[in-house]
């Protein structure tokens, strides 16, 4: 029988009285901190408007999502559930019921007090552990949390000075992270990890937090020789209160850890308290991951950013663009690639084809391509090597005044690439460089030696000395901009022309950068 029609909004404070309020002397303590619990409050973050209309209940000890909401409305989260999963005395008639295991017990005494109406099956979904999938209850605890909210105004600004690469990770993705930041969590329940150097007083409740071993030393009176558990644990300060101070038992969140990375290793307090890292790379999951650790730790230990500039990549896809899972079996292990075309074409390929923040498809045949055009750099050097057979005396210097049009143009390529190359490097443009470097050594093979044919074999003296210092010159400079992208090949090259060219330095790793002759150059 419908008794009124009207929208929803008319129930907003109203008050409904909870089912044990006689039972359970919980209920006044909790209205009395906080008026809106036990009303209807109109909360849009959560509804899905698919699933009709009506009241939902709203517990905010008991799942992340009420707890927000709980938390606008300043009601606080209450659970009454022990780490066992079972009701504690206060709860009355519940206490020692377990969770989810009692789920029957819990209907039978709603049942038994007249307040049940009926009982349906309900279909919906519920939490699991990741792990054993058994179904989990969400439970409040208490944790300890690094306040990094307070800092958030600061670390939108110092967010702006960061370079990212693309842009739109930083001033989008990354700046929205930050303007949702919540204070971040450090504490961990688990034996592993980084222990939390508070100590707490039996009797007081007073905290300390000890920032040394140096200090473990002057409150006891001896230094540990190991920091972790279960040793640290043993480690009892005296309080003012004439008691006994132990550590908390948590550890700390392994973020934490990873937050520091870039400044935890200088002991030199000027030092590690400024120095800023010039270049961080990493996948779009670290977001809420990495970035956000190095910043928010960074920020808080130190009042500036721990970055410069940011290279933010993508994921690798299948070549449909499908993410790669186990049960679409579309997974391409890296091995199968290393071992079949080598370490450099996966290098090769996958730094060309993944675009800054983008997410790339796996494309086999663009693979095989890179594969075959590392053959051609290889065989430029074997041809190289085979033509200085034919001279007496090895002389690999470029003369201006032996150099025809074909070898100019080629030296051209070389300078103008090697610019552009710099200032793609400069500039984090990465995935730009592997074509880039490319061109040079398909021009040399396909155009500049296929032009100098001739006049390698029945040129005059002054003509072949120009091929083979221009073939020499033009592929060691290329080599040594490749490296960065093949680094195997272009060693071995390397290591082929160094023996028969008697060039010094041991590795082309030890090479300095090429510099681009400006001379050379001719649009
Ligand atoms: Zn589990
Ligand atoms: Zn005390």
């Not at 005395?89 to 038994?112: P, Q, T, Y």
């Not at 480690?235 to 990375?261: H, N, Q, T, Y």
């Not at 210097?397 to 030296?411: M, P």
């Not at 592997?434 to 029945?458: C, D, H, N, W």
Request: aromatic share 12%; glycine share 6%; charged share 30%.
């Amino acid at each position: 029988e419908t008794l009124e029609e009207f929208s929803g909004k008319k129930l907003e404070g109203l008050e409904y009285e909870p089912l044990f309020k006689n039972e359970l002397e919980v209920y006044d303590e909790i209205k009395k901190k906080s008026p809106n619990a036990f009303t209807v409050i109109l909360s849009k973050e959560y509804v899905a408007l698919g699933s009709g209309s009506g009241l939902v209940h709203c517990a905010p000890g008991c799942g992340p999502e009420d707890y927000e909401v709980g938390r606008k409305y300043k009601i606080p989260p209450f659970n009454e559930l022990d780490e066992h999963g079972k009701f504690k005395d206060s709860m009355g008639i519940f206490s020692g019921l377990v969770a989810k295991k009692d789920d029957k017990k819990f209907i039978e005494i709603i049942k038994n007090k007249g307040m049940l109406i009926d009982t349906t099956p309900v279909e919906h979904e519920y939490a699991h552990c990741w792990r054993c999938k058994t179904p989990v209850v969400y439970k409040t605890t208490e944790q300890w949390f690094l306040a990094v909210e307070k800092l958030k105004e600061q670390m939108i600004e110092e967010n702006k000075k960061v370079v990212w690469v693309p842009d739109w990770a930083g001033t989008r993705w990354f700046n929205s992270w930050l303007t949702d930041l919540q204070d971040w969590c450090i504490s961990r329940q688990r034996f592993w990890g980084i222990p939390l150097p508070i100590w707490k007083c039996k009797k007081c409740d007073k905290i300390k937090l000890v920032e040394s071993n140096e200090e473990i030393k002057k409150l006891t009176g001896k230094k540990l020789s190991n920091l972790h558990r279960p040793w640290i644990d043993e480690v009892e300060i005296k309080c003012e209160c004439g008691s006994l101070m132990k550590r908390i038992p948590d550890v700390l969140d392994v973020w934490l850890d990873s937050g520091a990375a870039t400044w935890a290793t200088y002991e030199d307090k000027k030092k590690w308290s400024s120095i800023q890292t010039d270049f961080i790379l990493e996948g779009k999951d670290q977001i809420r991951g990495w970035f956000n650790s190095l910043t928010a730790l960074s920020m808080v230990s130190r009042g500036i950013n721990a970055y410069k500039s940011v290279y933010m990549h993508g994921m690798v896809n299948d070549s449909l663009g499908r993410k790669m899972s186990k049960s679409l079996k579309n997974i391409i292990s890296p091995y199968e690639v290393i071992d079949k075309y080598g370490a450099d074409t996966m290098r090769y390929y996958m730094i060309g084809a993944s675009k800054p923040g983008l997410d790339m498809n796996y494309n086999f045949e663009d693979m095989k391509l890179k594969f075959r055009n590392l053959s051609v750099l290889w065989n430029i050097h074997k041809f190289l090597i085979d033509y200085a057979n034919n001279f007496e005396e090895i002389d690999t210097k470029i003369k201006t005044s032996n150099l025809g049009v074909e070898e100019r143009y080629i030296l051209s390529v070389l300078n103008s690439t090697i610019k552009k190359v710099s200032e793609m490097y400069e500039n984090y443009r990465l995935n730009e460089v592997p074509g880039a470097i490319e061109f040079v050594f398909i021009e040399l093979s396909r155009t500049y030696i296929q032009m100098i044919r001739e006049k390698s074999v029945s040129g005059t003296e002054k003509e072949k000395q120009a091929v083979l210092a221009v073939i020499f010159n033009v592929l060691l400079d290329t080599i040594k901009m490749f490296s960065t992208v093949a680094p195997f090949i272009s060693e071995h090259i390397y290591l082929n022309l160094k023996e028969k060219f008697g060039i010094s330095g041991e590795s082309i790793t030890l090479q300095k950068w090429p510099k681009a002759d400006e001379k050379q150059i001719d649009e």
